[in-house]
């Protein structure tokens, strides 16, 4: 395709395009979207609508005009302007055929999805319905396949990092045992990443169910050589080694996704209880999602927004912006959603080299 002095690609005609953010926030949603439309409007002379609250905005028709005017100053601001949900079309009576006027009704080219695993597995299933959809992976966690990086995943590291070197001088003082609780569902990507970049004593993460008696013993060691203060970063989503712990049943939340977050607080127990070291507990939560993105994330968030609509006018339906080796290049949805992205035995092992 021929390329105009500012490296882009030959504009086809104009399009009409949708947006949506879905699932949880993430920082840089917002780039995400100033990126798309940028390039949308100045480049290709698109119509962009964003639908409100993800997926519940194109089932009921609700959106706003996304306008390079509009999106002046969001760049970075952290949360979504389209708001979001974890809503989707399967969730809801005749749902899908609602998408579908919608995006007929408002003579919709195309949709771009961004949103984390579930969202964009649903992304997927609504692209075998026929609907022209191309996904952007958002996520803290880093867990989704096909990129190197979601956005949002710097940030996180970032601000987990900072309470890490912050919990070390209180714990130092008081040669106390932190136990320090961060997202990641089902993946230890936010742990591994802040616990080697802190100096933790300890990353507990859920690719490895962890034995409370092996944790309790190797603090038991340091804190016996003399060596004072420790660190456990432990992911939201580990789990102890079966016949280990007994875990209190989990919550559920209205879209069936078990609430997680406590494993910081049974973990910090067990060790004060087993070893007789002053434990203390801080669970950074929504803090790792929530303010304004870091400038790594910033960048990728707006090469994937560009990448994306550039996506949608060469017909990549059905795919992902995706980064791999330092490029954005479109991945099929279904290669990318099929198997979460794991933390790689060889970083996990860097980490341990660190323990206690
Ligand atoms: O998937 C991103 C994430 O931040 C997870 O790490 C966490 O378990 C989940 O979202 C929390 O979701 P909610 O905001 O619905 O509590």
Not at 166 to 176: K, P, Q, V
Not at 185 to 198: E, K, M, N, P, S
Not at 213 to 220: F, K, R, S
Request: contains cysteine; glycine residues 12%; negative net charge.
């Amino acid at each position: 395709m021929a390329q105009d002095q500012t490296g882009s690609t030959e504009s086809p005609k104009p399009l009409s395009v949708g947006v949506l953010t879905g699932g949880g926030d993430c920082p840089g949603l917002n780039a995400v979207i100033r990126g798309v439309v940028r390039k949308a409007e100045k480049h290709y002379g698109d119509r962009v609508v964003g639908f409100l609250d993800g997926w519940k905005g194109v089932i009921e028709n609700d959106f706003m005009e996304l306008t390079i005017d509009a999106c002046r100053g969001i760049l970075p601001r952290g949360g979504t302007i389209l708001g979001t949900t974890r809503i989707t079309p399967f969730m809801v009576e005749d749902g899908m055929a609602k998408v579908k006027a919608t995006m007929s009704e408002n003579d919709l080219d195309a949709l771009i999805v961004i949103g984390g695993e579930g969202t964009l597995s649903c992304a997927l299933a609504t692209y075998n319905e026929g609907l022209p959809v191309v996904g952007v992976p958002k996520t803290i966690d880093n867990d989704i396949g096909g990129t190197e990086r979601t956005f949002g995943f710097d940030t996180a590291v970032a601000i987990a990092t900072e309470a890490i070197d912050r919990l070390h001088t209180t714990a130092e003082s008081h040669d106390r045992v932190m136990v320090c609780e961060v997202m990641g569902r089902h993946v230890g990507h936010i742990a591994t990443w802040a616990g080697i970049a802190g100096g933790a004593t300890m990353t507990l993460i859920p690719e490895h169910p962890f034995d409370v008696q092996i944790v309790c013993d190797a603090l038991v060691r340091r804190h016996e050589n003399g060596r004072f203060a420790s660190i456990v970063v432990v992911a939201e989503g580990a789990t102890p080694a079966p016949g280990t712990i007994d875990l209190p049943k989990q919550e559920v939340d209205r879209y069936g996704h078990i609430r997680l977050g406590g494993i910081g607080h049974i973990l910090a127990g067990e060790i004060e209880q087993r070893t007789g070291l002053e434990t203390r507990v801080t669970t950074l939560g929504h803090i790792q999602r929530g303010g304004t993105p870091t400038p790594f994330d910033r960048v990728l968030s707006t090469r994937f927004g560009v990448a994306a609509i550039d996506a949608v006018h060469t017909g990549h339906f059905g795919h992902m912006v995706a980064l791999r080796s330092a490029s954005i290049t479109p991945q099929p949805l279904v290669d990318c959603v099929s198997e979460l992205k794991y933390v790689s035995d060889e970083l996990y092992d860097v980490a341990t080299q660190f323990f206690a």
